[in-house]
């Protein structure tokens, strides 16, 4: 077996690759599908702690004339949902889980306690982080750079819809250029949609690289360990 690049990684799933083609809600084929890359993972003795996102249910921003505060904790709260899904799809394949969020809920999972998301992780159990930071006004990008940064993680992983960073949305553009290699000033001055900024600065003030990887082929994220050329790699230069 290859050895893995990577020994502790944090994984980033929107909320959207979640709803696979459905658009809204949880498609399980595809948690199940994920599931089993993360089983590999574990398998192959990396540590992986996972942030899941929640635009698949609820965004703050869908909540047009409502408190912005009160629409931000209703998305952090839909991250529960999908960490609980996640957990669910690797439990059943004898994965061994934890989840913990930043939002008190001690009767559906654990308080967020940075040392003991360590110890779990190197029990080989897989840690998914809910209810982003906890904080409204942030992202689950900039939860995952946060606790990327606490857990001390080598890179995030940040699965996507596309398979990288382009110049341009290569949805409707077909000269669209893809980067194979950016540092995160780059990203920042050319405004490119990788994170956004908030999450962005942590990882360069934190000196976390992040690959971003399409997740239209779930295998994308093993292939990302074994260190495989895939995606863009966004790190200091
Ligand atoms: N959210 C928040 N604080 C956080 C993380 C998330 O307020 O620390 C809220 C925010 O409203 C956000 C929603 O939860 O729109 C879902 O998160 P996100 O949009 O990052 O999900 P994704 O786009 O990754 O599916």
């Known amino acids: 077996m290859c050895k893995p690049r990577y020994k502790r990684v944090m994984l980033k799933l929107s909320g959207e690759a979640l709803a696979a083609d459905k ?7 595809v948690t199940n599908k994920i599931a089993e890359e993360i089983k590999a993972l574990v398998d192959m003795g990396v540590e992986v702690g996972a942030v899941v996102g929640a635009g698949n249910i609820w965004r703050g921003r869908s909540g047009e004339g409502m408190d912005r ?3 931000d904790y209703m998305g952090m709260l839909a991250t529960c949902i999908n960490a609980l899904a996640l957990q ?11 989840v913990q969020t930043a939002i008190e809920m001690r009767e559906v999972a654990e308080p967020f306690i940075r040392r003991r998301a360590m110890r779990h992780l190197e029990k080989s159990r897989v840690v998914i982080f809910g209810a982003g930071t906890g904080n409204p006004y942030f992202s689950t990008d900039t939860a995952a750079a946060l606790r990327a940064a606490e857990i ?3 890179v995030i992983l940040l699965a996507k819809k596309v398979d990288g960073v382009y110049d341009k949305d290569p949805h409707r553009y077909s000269d669209a250029v893809k980067f194979n290699k950016l540092s995160y ?7 490119l949609q990788v994170m956004d900024s908030t999450a962005t600065s942590l990882c360069m003030d934190n000196d976390i690289p992040i690959l971003v990887f399409g ?10 360990i074994l260190g495989e050329e895939i995606g863009t790699l966004v790190c200091k230069e």
């Not at 658009?23 to 399980?28: A, C, E, L, N, R």
């Not at 997740?215 to 990302?224: F, Q, T, V």
């Open 152 to 154: 001390e993680a080598d």
């Open 69 to 71: 505060t009160t629409a």
């Open 215 to 224: 997740l239209d082929n779930p295998e994308n994220i093993r292939k990302a």
């Open 185 to 191: 000033i780059e990203v920042l001055e050319k405004g």
């Open 88 to 98: 669910d799809s690797l439990e059943n394949i004898g994965v061994n889980t934890r």
């Open 23 to 29: 658009g809204y809600g949880i498609d399980f084929d």
